[in-house]
């Protein structure tokens, strides 16, 4: 059984920034890929951000790039988001997946295997 643990959430101010972390463990398990996704009240699990460990690189959704960075430690099973210049508008629960698969199609929601139980971001003044 695969566990992911999100932390870093909280309340923070319009323009700030934070930084969200989370670690995923499990027997022999090892991440090809990991992100996060993001779910607003009332609205559908959204894509934020991902990194593929395999091929080096990173997504990112339009409503974050410029604004986020994803990092993390493939070694460690373990993502980071830095968000900067946060907006109300990134006001959600962010959850953290991850996936051993070869190829995971990062933007959909389905497609990942394991997700962590979310991290409330609330951005208000």
């Known amino acids: 059984q695969v566990q992911l643990v999100e932390s870093g959430g909280g309340l923070v101010q319009p323009g700030t920034s934070l930084r969200l972390s989370c670690a995923a463990s499990?027997?022999?398990?090892?991440?090809?890929?990991m992100g996060w996704f993001r779910q607003a009240l009332g609205k559908e699990r959204e894509f934020v951000a991902a990194?593929?460990?395999?091929?080096?690189?990173?997504d990112y959704a339009d409503s974050v790039k410029g604004r986020a960075t994803i990092s993390g430690d493939h070694a460690k099973n373990t993502v980071y988001l830095q968000m900067n210049s946060l907006k109300p508008e990134d006001t959600a629960v962010y959850y953290c997946a991850a996936d051993d698969a070869t190829f995971v199609n990062v933007r959909s929601v389905k497609a990942w295997d394991y997700w962590g139980q979310g991290t409330q971001v609330t951005v208000s003044s």
């Open positions: 990194v593929g460990w395999r091929s080096d690189t990173t």
């Open positions: 499990g027997r022999t398990f090892s991440a090809n890929y």
